[in-house]
């Protein structure tokens, strides 16, 4: 990958476009909930605020679809940087125009300008190249440190690294890269993949991409009984995607899935997903017509920790049961404890996906990965090996 490293941008008196990824969660009462996403940005930012650079940082939050919407403003998040930043923080309600172009000129060295939610103009996700040219009009340089947002066109991700003549990626979009690509270029074997969540149709990408450059393909979560049901086992009430059972049929089938896919051996079942029932484990082929599957059991977790246990390289993405339901979380908390062993044993190891990131943090184990993806839907599409726009941009690509 050819872009430029933050290191080797000029930044010193000039204003410095960030594009970061603060689509952070907010509370009823407006307040951010989870931080992560920006405490992720801070080295980068406080970098360039030391080398005396002008800051003028981006984001987008939320979906307001091209309108104002005082609930998805980034207010809150403004009030936040400052406190994290330990520094006033500039705010420009007009994203761009007069009065962003102004409040960007009158930045000295070290100071920092947040602009309003991107997406509030319908002009950011649509490309627009005059969208492109105006962001650019704040800013000398471009840095885009949002690998969460790398895989959408948009204007301040794709569109604006073509108006500014020198752009960077920050030091969370390289070290996101460079984890994510050692995966599929370098990895050190036995490299084993943990693959959850509800869907087959949200993973059967990477499910293909992967599943040649790995040693062994760990499945779980509600996706794991349409690969059951492609077996003709049945699934009682359990989550199953009819239109995928055949795809999931293929992949088991093939010469390479014959060899690397592992299915759970036994789940937890339960009348209902609310968590008033506990369920019970039972075999995965002997799953009763009146309940459905809400978690795997403990000889599949036993199982893949065996096989964790080996691994020189993990991949780990998505809960294995309804893990937002505590009385089903104990397969994703347990396979969360496996991969940080491995990472003790010396295994490099990464982790994305919400869901599996909020297991990481519940085990109290987030610090004991080697990577922890903030990307979600940008790192699994770079892992299925599409070009991501964002990057692309960097690189001086149109992809």
């Not at 998805?72 to 006033?88: F, I, T």
Request: one cysteine or more.
């Amino acid at each position: 990958m050819a872009f430029r490293r933050l290191n080797e941008l000029e930044v010193t008196g000039r204003r410095v476009f960030v594009r970061v990824d603060f689509n952070v969660p907010l509370g009823p009462d407006g307040s951010v909930t989870d931080d992560a996403r920006i405490a992720a940005s801070l080295p980068t930012l406080r970098y360039l605020i030391e080398k005396g650079a002008r800051l003028v940082v981006a984001s987008h939050l939320g979906r307001p679809k091209g309108k104002r919407d005082p609930k998805q403003s980034l207010r809150p998040v403004h009030a936040l940087l400052e406190r994290y930043l330990r520094r006033p923080v500039r705010f420009a309600e007009g994203i761009v125009g007069a009065e962003a172009e102004a409040l960007s000129r009158g930045l000295q060295d070290g100071e920092v300008l947040l602009l309003e939610n991107l997406r509030f103009d319908p002009r950011e996700e649509a490309n627009d190249p005059a969208m492109s040219r105006a962001l650019a009009a704040l800013a000398d340089a471009y840095v885009n440190d949002a690998f969460g947002s790398a895989h959408r066109a948009h204007a301040s991700t794709a569109g604006i690294a073509a108006c500014v003549n020198d752009h960077a990626a920050g030091f969370l979009m390289e070290r996101e890269l460079n984890a994510l690509g050692r995966l599929l270029e370098s990895p050190e074997r036995p490299f084993l993949a943990v693959l959850g969540g509800a869907k087959v149709s949200g993973k059967i990408d990477v499910l293909r991409h992967l599943l040649p450059r790995v040693d062994g393909l760990l499945i779980g979560g509600g996706m794991m009984y349409t690969f059951l049901r492609a077996r003709g086992i049945a699934t009682g009430r359990s989550l199953v995607e009819e239109d995928r059972i055949e795809t999931a049929r293929e992949l088991l089938e093939s010469r390479e899935g014959a060899a690397k896919i592992l299915l759970p051996s036994d789940c937890r079942v339960a009348e209902d997903a609310s968590g008033r029932d506990p369920g019970r484990v039972v075999a995965a082929g002997s799953i009763p017509p009146e309940q459905a599957g809400v978690d795997i059991g403990p000889a599949t977790l036993a199982s893949m920790g065996s096989s964790l246990g080996e691994a020189r390289t993990v991949f780990w993405n998505g809960p294995m049961g309804i893990f937002e339901v505590p009385a089903y979380a104990e397969g994703t908390i347990g396979i969360a404890r496996e991969v940080a062993k491995a990472t003790k044993r010396g295994a490099f190891t990464v982790v994305g996906g919400g869901d599996s990131l909020a297991a990481v943090a519940r085990a109290g184990v987030e610090r004991q990965f080697s990577h922890c993806s903030t990307g979600g839907g940008a790192s699994l599409e770079f892992l299925e090996g599409r070009v991501l726009p964002g990057v692309a941009a960097l690189e001086g690509v149109t992809p």
